[in-house]
T-cell receptor, first 115, second 112 residues
């Protein structure tokens, strides 16, 4: 069965500093990979996705993520965070090839931005 | 463009009372629809999904049920709420041609 691990429950970053959120997955083949963001009390917004091709993908709000097959990782990065980036971030895997019940969510990383 | 609505936004219900949460999608046809529950610190749990009218698949046995009376309407129900049903309920949709899901704003349910 596929699984997703986000090893950091909380991360605190100063405004303007760089950010990297870690995500590791377990799956026999290369799954579809996503990062979602959730602001407090809101739904989830898709930041970016990886299906195939270039392993560095660009998303909205200045985020990017890099797929590393050898490490089974899909880490999210941003060169300079803004206070509005404070939110919960979820790494998501789909190993079903698009089946309706295929998404597996990580438990999330809570990002805190210090002034 | 497509939009997804959920209501109510918040709900406080006593234990043993019934529940009905509604989700509707605009701007697309024959979407896949999903109900998730998000409990504090536990990520998202898929409860139900539907690939068409009247077609419901349950992922977790519980006292909740789902129905899809129309193509773009998805309803989550319960006959008798439990304290453990408290949480944040999210509806999502995807198209048959894509994998990514798009989420609604959610309903915060508190069972007292």
């Amino acid at each position: 069965a596929q699984s997703v691990t986000q090893p950091d429950i909380h991360i605190t970053v100063s405004e303007g500093a760089s950010l990297e959120l870690r995500c590791n997955y377990s799956y026999g083949a290369t799954p579809y990979l996503f990062w979602y963001v959730q602001s407090p009390g809101q739904g989830l917004q898709l930041l970016l996705k990886y299906f195939s091709g270039d392993t560095l993908v660009q998303g909205i709000k200045g985020f990017e993520a890099e797929f590393k097959r050898s490490q089974s990782s899909f880490n999210l990065r941003k060169p300079s965070v803004h206070w509005s980036d404070a939110a919960e971030y979820f790494c998501v895997v789909d190993g079903s090839g698009g089946g309706a019940d295929g998404l597996t969510f990580g438990k999330g990383t809570h990002l805190i931005i210090q002034p | 463009s497509q939009t997804i609505h959920q209501w109510p936004a918040t709900l406080v219900q006593p234990v043993g009372s019934p529940l009905s949460l509604e989700c509707t999608v605009e701007g697309t046809s024959n979407p896949n629809l999903y109900w998730y529950r998000q409990a504090a610190g536990r990520g998202l749990q898929l409860l139900f999904y539907s690939v068409g009218i009247g077609q419901i698949s349950s992922e977790v046995p519980q006292n909740l049920s789902a129905s899809r009376p129309q193509d773009r309407q998805f309803i989550l129900s319960s006959k008798k709420l439990l304290l453990s049903d408290s949480g944040f309920y999210l509806c999502a949709w995807s198209s048959g041609a894509s994998v990514e899901q798009y989420f609604g704003p959610g309903t915060r349910l508190t069972v007292l």
